[in-house]
């Protein structure tokens, strides 16, 4: 099933560009016949619909593609996803990313795909162009989410945070976690899930059932855990607030990032 694109509401008029909407408007039941591989990862962050715009000129083709999440947190995860750490960063939107062609962005519960696809390449100021009027015309509010202002400034690894909405460091019961890396020690992860207080001492209690009782120690309200597929997991709830240090095997190193995030927290 699909509807019919609002071609005045969605995509600008641009001078000199032909515009073309897109008839067919995927949602969550088709989507795997635009992107077959890649559909899963995208609706793993409540994948709404996506609007899809082609302009040409001659013999250039500038292709927009608007995927709508649910909420500014699934947008950010899955934009964080697919962006790189060495692609060049971009004004347009919260935040976006160019490379050779291509120009994505971040704008409210949208996740803003602009690419060349004709026959010749369009040029980057034009792609730049398309991209800026068609966040205008979006006018989503700006901001990344919340919870990332949690996270301690200092040492924080450029372009490392993310957001994975479901099975986070390969378990299914651990979710909604945000995500940053830091230098020292190198490649540290600290990471934080904000549910309910009752939500969050659910996954505690399910992640210590699944390990044998050897391998879970309690200190000072610090879970410890000796994880045999992630390592050393330091965890510690603060209200609605689940809070994890991992890649690292120094529990001084990882109780003090955690108590760090803890005091912005007050």
Avoid: C
């Avoid at 949690?150 to 450029?158: A, D, K, M, R, V």
């Amino acid at each position: 099933m699909y509807a019919v694109a609002a071609n005045d509401t969605m995509f600008p008029e641009v001078t000199g560009w032909k515009l073309k909407v897109n008839d067919q408007v995927y949602n969550s039941g088709d989507l795997w016949e635009l992107i077959n591989g890649a559909a899963d990862i995208f609706l793993s962050y409540h994948f709404e619909d996506l609007h899809i715009a082609e302009y040409t000129k001659k013999d250039q083709m500038i292709r927009v593609e608007l995927y709508r999440h649910k909420t500014l947190n699934d947008a950010y995860g899955i934009y964080t996803a697919e962006r790189m750490p060495d692609y060049e960063q971009v004004s347009v939107g919260t935040q976006g990313y160019k490379s050779q062609g291509v120009l994505n962005y971040l704008a409210g519960n949208y996740y803003v795909k602009v690419m060349s696809a004709g026959i010749d390449d369009a040029d980057e100021q034009t792609i730049a162009l398309v991209a800026g009027k068609v966040d205008a015309l979006l006018d989503q509010p700006p901001g990344l989410p919340e919870v990332l202002k949690l996270f301690p400034g200092e040492g924080q690894i450029n372009l490392s945070d993310s957001y994975i909405a479901q099975n986070f460091m390969g378990y299914s019961f651990l979710h909604h976690a945000f995500s940053v890396k830091y230098e020292k020690p190198s490649g540290l992860q600290l990471f934080i899930v904000k549910l309910s207080p009752e939500e969050i001492q659910k996954m505690i209690d399910q992640y210590i059932q699944m390990m044998k009782e050897d391998k879970v120690e309690q200190r000072d309200g610090l879970y410890i855990i000796d994880d045999l597929f992630n390592g050393k997991v330091f965890l510690r709830q603060k209200h609605e607030f689940l809070i994890g240090v991992i890649n690292t095997e120094n529990e001084e190193i990882a109780r003090n990032f955690i108590l760090k995030t803890e005091a912005g927290m007050n």
